[in-house]
């Protein structure tokens, strides 16, 4: 069974940086594509960014110039490093992925407060 696990998140002050890891485990060869989304209190759940194998990486525009995302293939690990932090950006923030077949997996989510 395959599981996703995200390590990462916890309180920072506006304008700092934290870096998100998920780390894929489980019988599984290699995934399409490999990102993040979050979700806000009473709000949905919205894209992040997602990685592509051999494609460019899609950020959300409200993202752009201050998070990257990268992948480690050969052990199926994705990260997010969040710069210059807003407090719009606290979130529970998810680990996605998907295999070439098209089958999604999720992580269990982890928390990112950023302080005013």
């Known amino acids: 069974q395959v599981q996703l696990v995200e390590s990462g998140g916890g309180l920072v002050q506006a304008g700092g940086s934290l870096r998100l890891s998920c780390a894929a485990s489980?019988?599984?060869?290699?995934?399409?594509?490999m990102g993040w989304y979050r979700q806000a209190p009473g709000k949905q759940r919205e894209l992040v960014g997602i990685?592509?194998?051999?494609?460019?990486?899609n950020y959300a525009d409200s993202v752009k110039g201050r998070f990257t995302i990268s992948r480690d293939n050969g052990k199926n690990t994705v990260f997010l490093q969040m710069n210059s932090l807003k407090p719009e950006d606290t979130a529970v923030y998810y680990c996605?992925?998907?295999?070439?077949?098209?089958?999604?997996?999720w992580g269990q989510g982890t928390q990112v407060t950023v302080s005013s």
């Open positions: 996605y992925a998907v295999t070439w077949n098209s089958v999604t997996y």
């Open positions: 990685f592509p194998s051999g494609g460019n990486i």
């Open positions: 489980g019988s599984i060869g290699s995934f399409y594509a």
